[in-house]
Each structure stands twice: as structure tokens, then as C-alpha cells.
């Protein structure tokens, strides 16, 4: 299984502000994905990270609000921008294909 | 519109006392049914992965078992240590290629000594 790492582990931002958000992974990965996980809610998938092409994007989400890089095979970010109180969650990156395994996660709070 | 439901939504045992949690699942076409445990301020840790009905895992006192409709998480003879989150998801068979997972809410389990 790979190695995941996020960094911040957590931050608290004001409102109106961005939030960039690191997963760094021990090897090469084809895909990454992004996760949120709100207070009492299911993960729910954000988008779809390949390394060299545009990040697809779930019902819901948005690229202007929650831009992703993927500069190459074991890293991507991704930013929460334009934050409101309602974005306060966990965010979660992942890798794999049959199974996914999960990095620690970052846990955000807007005030 | 595939999804996933986990039940109960919390579970108290005595350390000993065996019981299941339920995944009922709708989903056009399924690739893959996956359990994770999730421990507080952590990302989820991967359990399982079952693929059609009437497949089993198993892991120390964890066993996983899987329906057309529905997965369990029997656990035997609980102790403190698995107390944790459980969630349950779905990968369903799409037209692209994808791997997103459908998760469920999970089932809170607290073991007491």
C-alpha cells in the first residue's frame, strides 16, 4: 500500500480567504483523488487528479472554487478558495485503482 | 442513482459481545464493495474489498460478507481496540474509466472493557 502525506495537517482561515492543501505520495500514482468529509456526512469525492491533464470535476464542485494541480506522479494540490464557514470539513486526498488508500487528512475550519 | 447505507448509526458492545453492521447498497453495476476503518483525526485505513455475492474476508476478528443488496461486518468477541468508525463503500461499473467510491455515513462502534 502506498505512503500518503497531507500537509497542513489543519488550519483555521477567515472567510474570503484561500487554503492550499498538499498530498504527497511514497510512489508513482496514475490517478489521485480528492475527498470531503463533512461534519456527520459521507466522503464525498471532489474530483479526479491525472498527472499531465485537467482534474475532472464531481456534480457539485467546481474548478474556480476548488482549483487542482498535479505537476507529476506523486504530488497534487488542492485549493479551497474564496472560503465561507459551510467549507469548514476534512479534506482528504487518495490513490490507487481496485482499492483506495486514504492520506491522514486535512482538517479546515472557517471562521 | 447509486448509494450506499450503513446501519446502525451507532453501536455500543461490551468487550466479548458479538454483533454486524449492515451496508445495503443500490448501484447500476458493482465493481467493488469496500470496508474501511476510520479512527478519530484520521484519513480511512482500507479492511476489505469484496467483489460478488457470496464472497467472505476475513481478519483477525473482522469478517465481511457480501449479497446482491447488502454487506455485513461481523465482529467477533470485540475488544476496546476496535472501537473506530466504520464505512462502507461502493465502486460502481461506469461507462469512463474511474475508480471513484460511494460511501456511506459509517457506524460509530464503541467497545467497552
Known amino acids: 500500500s502506498a505512503v500518503i502525506s497531507q500537509k497542513p495537517s489543519r488550519d483555521i482561515c477567515q472567510r474570503g480567504t484561500s487554503l492550499t492543501i498538499q498530498c504527497q505520495v511514497d510512489s508513482q500514482v496514475t490517478m489521485m483523488f480528492w475527498y470531503r468529509q463533512q461534519p456527520g456526512q459521507s466522503l464525498t469525492l471532489i474530483a479526479t487528479?491525472?498527472?499531465?491533464?485537467?482534474?475532472?470535476?464531481e456534480s457539485g464542485f467546481v474548478i474556480d472554487k476548488f482549483p487542482i494541480s498535479r505537476p507529476n506522479l506523486t504530488f497534487s494540490t488542492l485549493t479551497v478558495s474564496n472560503m465561507s464557514p459551510e467549507d469548514s470539513s476534512i479534506y482528504l486526498c487518495s490513490v490507487g485503482t481496485a482499492q483506495q488508500y486514504f492520506g491522514p487528512g486535512t482538517r479546515l475550519t472557517v471562521l | 442513482e447509486d448509494q450506499v447505507t450503513q446501519s446502525p448509526e451507532a453501536l455500543r458492545l461490551q468487550e466479548g459481545e458479538s454483533s454486524s453492521l449492515n451496508c445495503s447498497y443500490t448501484v447500476s453495476g458493482l465493481r467493488g464493495l469496500f470496508w474501511y476503518r476510520q479512527d478519530p483525526g484520521k484519513g480511512p485505513e482500507f479492511l476489505f474489498t469484496l467483489y460478488s455475492a457470496g464472497e467472505e474476508k476475513e481478519k483477525e476478528r473482522l469478517k465481511a460478507t457480501l449479497t446482491k443488496k447488502e454487506s455485513f461486518l461481523h465482529i467477533t468477541a470485540p475488544k476496546p481496540e476496535d472501537s473506530a468508525t466504520y464505512l462502507c463503500a461502493v465502486q460502481a461499473i461506469l461507462g469512463g474509466a474511474t475508480n471513484k467510491l460511494i460511501f456511506g455515513t459509517g457506524t460509530l462502534l464503541a467497545v467497552q472493557p
Open positions: 487528479a491525472n498527472q499531465g491533464s485537467e482534474a475532472t470535476y
